[in-house]
């Protein structure tokens, strides 16, 4: 276990390993930089500032670091290419790490409680966890220097979001269909069977009330269950293909903090937590806000994502490979430039 006594945590969200736009090479050099500060702590400078960066004592991992959802062709072989180099260089790095469920990798729910603190070989502990809010005490609570800290993927804040998640308690549609969609036959050959079934779709109205209705009533039988067959091998595959189009016009992506706040994503009757500083991900647009109100000061933080690129929306820039270090001396977000360069996007002491 890392030996400095220095309070240091790295946070990441939104990885989506296995997605078409995940920066994987960007994130693998990012980690191999985590592992080396183990030997030498980094100074960042920016403006008349800087930040001694040192090998963190937890790497938090905040939500949708897989790609559960919409896997790069609907294939959920791309998230295993993925994602195995970032978790051997995650392992290597002597620290705990947390890993806070989101909403493309909540699935993952089934682990918590079985993997929740596995020892890893060098002693460290993996900890995994599928609250929307946590409770005081947890480990996805801390108080750091003069500030306490709470870690939340953030779909808490997303209306739609909520819906869905009420939807899942009964039943999983995505995930249902994924799984469907990644069995060998439909995920091989589910376009050739949309062209059959609706062949058998448009033939059978014919058949149907022309030829079956004047012979035994198994032939409409065999013709149901062949059609419908033929369905499940081929719908799986329209679904996985393009319920991100759909999402993606109704979610709150790429939205700043301060519009998530103001826009009502945020219910302060729903949380339960008393924290000075919320850090969450989900929307990809590393940034800040501070929610002034008669009772209570609370900031919250986003850390950004790991997909696309650095871009421009409306005068703001969204900044990509992104995350959040902070320390006793306070909490800054920063982005990664490759070669060891980061930049810093804000700071909070």
């Not at 960042?44 to 790069?72: A, C, F, N, Q, R």
């Not at 419908?228 to 991100?244: E, K, N, R, T, W």
């Not at 979610?251 to 219910?267: A, L, S």
């Not at 850390?303 to 490979?321: A, E, H, L, Q």
């Amino acid at each position: 276990m890392n030996s400095q006594m220095k309070q240091a945590y790295i946070i990441i969200s939104d990885v989506h390993l296995g997605s078409k736009t995940c920066n994987h090479k960007e994130f693998c050099h990012f980690l191999e930089w985590i592992r080396d500060l183990a030997n030498q702590p980094k100074t960042i400078k920016y403006g008349d500032k800087e930040i001694t960066i040192v090998s963190p004592e937890k790497i938090i991992l905040l939500g949708d670091i897989l790609e559960l959802w919409d896997p790069k062709d609907g294939d959920r072989c791309n998230i295993i290419t993925d994602f195995m180099r970032p978790f051997y260089l995650l392992s290597d790095i002597d620290c705990d790490k947390i890993y806070v469920l989101g909403n493309h990798d909540g699935s993952l729910s089934e682990l918590d409680g079985k993997i929740n603190s596995i020892t890893l070989d060098e002693g460290t502990r993996f900890y995994i966890y599928d609250k929307c809010y946590p409770e005081k005490g947890e480990k996805t609570c801390m108080k750091v220097g003069n500030y306490s800290y709470v870690f939340i993927h953030g779909h808490q804040f997303d209306t739609l979001q909520a819906i869905t998640q009420f939807v899942n308690r009964f039943w999983d549609p995505l995930g249902w269909f994924q799984e469907v969609f990644n069995i060998k036959f439909t995920k091989k050959h589910w376009q050739e069977s949309l062209i059959i079934f609706l062949g058998l779709l448009i033939a059978g109205k014919y058949f149907f009330w022309n030829i079956f209705l004047q012979h035994s009533p198994y032939y409409i039988a065999i013709w149901a269950a062949v059609t419908c067959f033929y369905a499940l091998s081929s719908i799986p595959g329209i679904v996985a293909h393009s319920q991100m189009s759909v999402y993606n016009n109704m979610r709150p992506v790429d939205k700043t903090v301060e519009q998530v706040i103001k826009n009502g994503y945020y219910q302060k009757n729903k949380e339960t937590l008393d924290a000075d500083v919320v850090v969450f991900g989900h929307t990809h647009f590393a940034s800040s806000y501070e929610l002034k109100t008669d009772y209570d000061n609370k900031l919250f933080l986003n850390c950004g994502c790991w997909v696309g690129t650095d871009t421009n929306f409306d005068g703001k820039m969204r900044y990509t490979n992104s995350f959040i270090y902070l320390d006793e001396t306070g909490s800054y977000i920063l982005t990664w430039r490759g070669d060891g360069k980061i930049d810093c996007i804000e700071d909070f002491r």
